[in-house]
């Protein structure tokens, strides 16, 4: 018997780390004492008033039943109030937010409600290979918007042919930048929505690490910009956030018919999200402001070491104002993979070759600072021994 793969999972591109993954996993099972910088998912624990409150919500029957598509309105409400305080922007908790199962879980889900056979969806490269693959799953096309660095790693929207142009329907930003580390400001992202308006293309913009910031900076919502709500949503996460990476809880807000589409997908695919879950969610969203505060001051402190370690060495790196990579230029003489193998087999390190996140990450390498100072510094001792 043989099952053959749909052609829409033939179309993904292949997996780049098969050679790394095999390598980490032989190197772990020889006990070398790696240092993991490839994975963007903090080291640190989810704050415990959050767990207290999981706890407690798994505790009561009333949330072991199936949950509501649209969330709890509570978490709705309380979404609002977040997005209220930190950005300066109101929300309908009604119709302008839904609840996802991680904000991944909507971006892979959106395409399927807003893409026919063919229809464009403009893509970052680099960039989260969720964009892309999701398009394609949903039978659409990416075009992938070259993200250079002497353009600050934002696309150039006047590089996209018209003829492109007329098949769009959605368009994917992520700023801060996951691997680049960049950062948009407000003027971007006005020229984004006027742009979005005139060829009348959904904007999705991922604001994963809205809340990881360093000295003084501060990401703003394209939400903020007048007039976005008629073409844009924005997807947040409590992932990086709250470090809740495995808790599964996030949510997109913003155009009202947008939201409506996905959450129609969404009601034929999953069963809203585990009560108690939202619950620890409300919990989450009600931190203290000091603790994202220190977390951003021991990210800042981690990129410190590592980018002035790198410097000392003759790297090509700069400090990121946001984000918990260090997204670094390379020689031109090797490939990203080979130097991400190379770093794994010699000192033990793992990174990420930028390739695997388009090929205009060809050249780079991506750190995340999710390991402590100290392994941080050893880390750059082994790569001095290079
Ligand atoms: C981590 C990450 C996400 C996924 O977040 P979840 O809410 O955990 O699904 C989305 N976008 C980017 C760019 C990320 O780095």
Redesign the pocket.
């Known amino acids: 018997m043989e099952f053959r793969l749909s052609d829409y999972l033939k179309k993904l591109p292949p997996y780049l780390f098969v050679q790394i993954d095999q390598a980490k996993r032989q190197a772990i099972q020889e006990g070398r004492d790696l240092i993991d910088l490839g994975i ?1 998912d903090p080291d640190q624990p989810t704050p415990e008033h959050i767990i207290k409150a999981l706890s407690r919500a798994a505790n009561d029957p009333a949330n072991h039943h199936y949950a509501l598509d649209a969330g709890m309105p509570k978490l709705r409400l309380e979404i609002a109030r977040w997005y209220k305080k930190i950005f300066q922007v109101n929300l309908d908790d009604k119709n302008e937010i839904l609840p ?1 199962i ?4 909507g ?1 892979a889900h959106l395409p399927f409600a807003f893409l026919n056979q063919g229809d464009v969806s403009l893509v970052p490269d680099p960039g ?1 290979p ?1 964009y892309a693959n999701a398009t394609l799953l949903a039978g659409g096309e990416p075009y992938f918007m070259p993200l250079r660095a002497e353009n600050a790693f934002l696309p150039d929207l006047k590089e996209i042919p018209e003829a492109v142009l007329k098949k769009t329907k959605m368009m994917f930003l ?1 700023y801060p930048n ?1 691997p680049s580390a960049a950062v948009a400001d407000k003027q971007f992202f006005q020229r984004v929505i006027d742009f979005a308006l005139k060829y009348q293309i959904i904007v999705c913009s ?1 604001l ?2 809205s809340q990881v910031c360093f000295d003084g900076y501060r990401a703003p919502s394209i939400l903020e910009i007048d007039g976005a709500k008629e073409v844009a949503v924005e ?1 947040h ?4 956030t709250y470090n809740m ?1 495995g808790w ?3 949510w997109v807000c913003g155009n009202q018919q947008v939201i409506a589409g996905l959450a129609k997908i969404k009601s034929n695919m999953d069963s809203g999200i585990f009560q108690a879950i939202q619950i620890a969610g409300i919990a989450a969203l009600q931190t203290e402001s000091e603790f994202t505060k220190q977390m951003c001051l021991m990210y800042a402190q981690r990129r410190d070491v590592l980018v002035a370690g790198l410097k000392n060495l003759g790297w090509n790196v700069e400090k990121p104002k946001a984000s918990f990579y260090v997204w670094t230029k390379i020689s031109e003489e090797i490939n990203s993979l080979e130097f991400a193998s190379i770093i794994l087999k010699k000192a033990d390190i793992v990174v990420t070759p930028g390739v695997g996140f388009g090929k205009y990450g060809e050249g780079y390498l991506r750190f995340a600072l999710t390991k402590p100072e100290d392994k941080l510094k050893e880390a750059v001792k082994r790569l001095s021994l290079l």
């Open positions: 963007g996802l991680g904000s991944k879980e971006i989260y969720v992520n996951n991922d994963a690490y997807f996460s409590l992932s990086k990476t599964r809880v996030g």
